[in-house]
């Protein structure tokens, strides 16, 4: 995706972690993305290569998440579209671990959350 605004510091921060545990979600959301930006066989291609890299480590969705989620949602009167941040958010903290992502405003949920965060911004 080298034609990505954020490729290069994508590609800088995804260097210097050890492993890339990426909710489920995420993948849905790339593939979705991609298929609008670069069509089918280009986005199966290139999810294919990020299935297989050394560092990828798929999360699961747990009936705990999706709980969580909604309850934040249902909580904080936000709207279902915010329900695969959510998601994410609930995988980081019940993981316990830094949330990377170029998504400022899921950057400063993850906060109030006490997820730590990396942000790419200011590697």
Request: net charge positive; charged share 20%; glycine share 2%.
């Amino acid at each position: 995706m080298k034609d990505a605004i954020y490729h290069i510091q994508s590609k800088n921060v995804l260097d210097k972690l050890s492993q890339w545990l990426t909710p489920s979600i995420v993948i849905h959301e790339v593939v979705w993305t991609l298929n609008e930006l670069i069509g089918r066989q280009s986005t199966l291609l290139y999810v294919k290569a990020l299935l297989s890299h050394r560092k990828m480590n798929i999360i699961p969705l747990s009936r705990q998440d999706i709980s969580w989620s909604i309850g934040k949602i249902a909580e904080e009167a936000l709207s279902l579209a915010r329900y695969n941040d959510k998601i994410i958010l609930s995988i980081a903290k019940r993981k316990n671990t830094p949330l990377v992502s170029f998504d400022n405003q899921l950057l400063s949920q993850a906060s109030k959350e006490g997820i730590a965060i990396i942000n790419p911004y200011l590697t």
